[in-house]
């Protein structure tokens, strides 16, 4: 239904639609970047597709965005809303996500700071080893959406705004709380774009430890945004 729709508005020649066709595209492929393989490119482009016409329906020129500007809003929120509605993270990945949030909110009530990997390991009764391998598995998890609150305040719409904004605030409050090497590695991952091989020459760790790391951020992030997942 979502390619007939597409394919049909872009036979009847629109320029507008045309020519914002490799907007589409690069969003897609950016967020692909950041999300597990069995993601499919062309289903986001599809999405997101239907996000551009949208977006040529609703726009007004008095807004005080451009079209560029307000399209891209609302095609990468359409494919957000996508991602949030998909069951895309394996049940098993789900399942150890959830288990290291938990161990990992316990062991910091416990120890009343930020605990070590070899605590967090023990409270989960298994050895370090085990959660390292644990850690690197649900690092697939990705931070869905990361976005600023600068970017929600801009969306234009105004059934959405109150709670995406509420949303960013309450993910941007939590990563500023996550320890100094997390929050790190989050900005170059997220902000920067850069990939697991370049942030590991940043932080001089190997790129499986880089994977840890982002795993272990997750973790942490879902059990403070309890409200949110």
Known sequence: M?????????????????LHLPLVKRIAN????????????DDLIQ???????KAKDDYQSDSGASFSTYATIRIRGAMMDELRTRDWL???VQKSLGRVATALDHAEQRHGRAPVDSEVASELGISLVEYHELL???????LTPIEDVETVKGNM?????????????ALSDAIKELPEKEQLMMSLYYVDNMNLK????VLEVSESRVSQIHGKAIARL????????
């Open 2 to 18: 979502i390619a007939e729709y597409a394919t049909h508005s872009m036979l009847q020649g629109d320029g507008l639609i045309s």
């Open 30 to 41: 950016h967020l692909a970047a950041k999300l597990p393989p069995h993601i499919e490119v």
């Open 47 to 53: 999405v997101g597709l239907i996000g551009l016409l």
């Open 90 to 92: 394996p049940r098993s």
């Open 136 to 142: 690197s598995e649900i690092s697939f998890a990705r």
């Open 157 to 169: 719409e105004p059934d959405h705004e109150v709670s995406e904004l509420l949303r960013a605030t």
């Open 198 to 201: 370049e942030i590991g020459l």
């Open 222 to 229: 879902k059990s403070r945004l309890k409200a949110w997942t």
